[in-house]
């Protein structure tokens, strides 16, 4: 029986969780690890395309994004803390400060999520703590998608 496509945010999150989190400790080229990874999936179009946008952005911005983490994680520099919860708090960060399309609220909760199920229940609350102090600072609606300000601007 052929396996059902994939049709939503949960799995090709999940999707995106696994690739950096893989290329946190293999670093090779983005495209080429790409290709290699996808052979391996079955994503629709849009979900593929959705989750390459949001894993090459938190490629290019990732020291931007350990920052903003290591700043609001109190006495957690990002290269201290576990893999999962760093990598669910870069993809979350990611989309906050750069995916108009997703709203703040969602992308924490998501990460949340991960975070209780690849780490801990600690982790979760870790990661929630860390992401809603940033949303915090970030003149964006929490709950509705539209474009993020800084305050000050």
């Given amino acids: 029986m052929a396996q059902k496509k994939v049709n939503g945010r ?7 969780m696994q690739f950096l989190f893989q290329l946190d400790f293999n670093p090779e080229p983005v495209d080429t690890s790409l290709a290699d990874f996808w052979a391996e999936k079955d994503p629709i179009a849009r979900e593929k395309c959705y989750a390459e946008e949001i894993i090459k952005g938190v490629v290019q911005h990732r020291d931007e994004l350990d920052e903003k983490l290591s700043q609001y994680a109190k006495r957690w520099d990002s290269d201290r ?3 999962v919860d760093r990598t669910v708090m870069r993809v979350a960060l990611f989309e906050m400060l750069y995916r108009e399309d997703v709203p703040p609220i969602v992308s924490i909760n998501e ?10 229940f600690q982790a979760g609350r870790f990661v929630n703590g860390v992401l809603d102090r940033i949303r915090k600072d970030i003149d964006r609606p929490a709950r509705t998608t539209g474009k993020p300000r800084k305050r000050g601007d």
Avoid: L, P
């Fill in 10 to 16: 949960r799995q090709t999150r999940e999707w995106i």
């Fill in 81 to 83: 803390m576990g893999a």
């Fill in 111 to 120: 990460a949340v999520h991960f975070a209780k199920d690849f780490s801990s």
